[in-house]
């Protein structure tokens, strides 16, 4: 896909299963909304981390980008960004400099812990 443009919150972006090429795209959302088991490239994309509440005085946020769901550990699927920015919208901003020790961000976390209770990637 080139030029695309993808705006959500939750599980925006499903790369689901085999190769997945993302071109000059745009990516929003604000937990785990680049997710899936494909083996995806992204390449000169923008990701940006959209705020999940407008209030994280009342317990703090946290945001993560991506869960590779990968089922087996002998796959060979991951997710790469190359020449990509991953920020935050203006509002998720906003927020974090008025809330620096409240608002978390990461870029990623693995979407299933494998049959002996052990997360691999």
């Known amino acids: 896909m080139e030029?695309?443009?993808f705006i959500g919150n939750q599980d925006t972006l499903f790369a689901n299963s085999l190769?997945?090429?993302y071109k000059s795209c745009r990516i929003q959302g604000n937990v785990d909304f680049i997710f899936g088991n494909a083996a995806a490239f992204f390449q000169d994309c923008l990701i940006l981390v959209a705020p999940r509440q407008l209030n994280p005085e009342n317990g703090g946020e946290q945001?993560?980008?991506t869960a590779q769901g990968r089922t087996n550990?002998?796959?060979s699927t991951g997710l790469v960004f190359q020449n990509s920015v991953i920020?935050?919208?203006k509002a998720n901003m906003d927020l974090y400099y008025k809330y620096p020790n409240l608002l978390q961000t990461f870029l990623g976390r693995l979407e299933r812990v494998f049959k002996d209770g052990i997360?691999?990637?």
């Open 3 to 5: 030029n695309c443009e």
């Open 19 to 21: 190769r997945q090429y």
């Open 63 to 65: 945001n993560v980008v």
């Open 73 to 75: 550990p002998a796959q």
């Open 87 to 89: 920020n935050g919208t």
């Open 119 to 121: 997360h691999r990637v």
